[in-house]
Nanobody
Framework: QVQVVESGGGLVQPGGSLRLSCTAS????????MGWYRQAPGKQRELVAI???????DYADSVKGRFTITGDNGKNTVYLQMNSLKPEDTAVYYC?????????WGQGTQVAVSS
């Protein structure tokens, strides 16, 4: 059984910052990559950022230069530092751990950017 728990969402004003955290526990082996996705109302889930266990990262064009993904392989934990937040960043954010053909998802955390 694998548990994935996220934290750190909330309401922030435009231009503000938030840091999301996500930890996987239980019988999970050989994580290949950790990532963050988001889904806004009426839209499909999209990739925000991803980091491999080797440290390579990739970002959606819309968040480049504003968001930073980091990971702690030993703790099965991934972080997303979000700066200069915009109203269009409002969404439910989900973390993902990829282990071969298996994907483990968090329950989602709401991020709302509004004045």
């Amino acid at each position: 059984q694998v548990q994935v728990v996220e934290s750190g969402g909330g309401l922030v004003q435009p231009g503000g910052s938030l840091r999301l955290s996500c930890t996987a526990s239980g019988s999970i082996f050989s994580i290949d990559a950790m990532g963050w996705y988001r889904q806004a109302p009426g839209k499909q889930r999209e990739l925000v950022a991803i980091i491999t266990t080797g440290g390579s990262t990739d970002y959606a064009d819309s968040v480049k230069g504003r968001f930073t993904i980091t990971g702690d392989n030993g703790k099965n934990t991934v972080y997303l530092q979000m700066n200069s937040l915009k109203p269009e960043d409002t969404a439910v954010y989900y973390c993902n751990f990829n282990s071969g053909s298996y994907d483990y998802w968090g329950q989602g955390t709401q991020v709302a950017v509004s004045s």
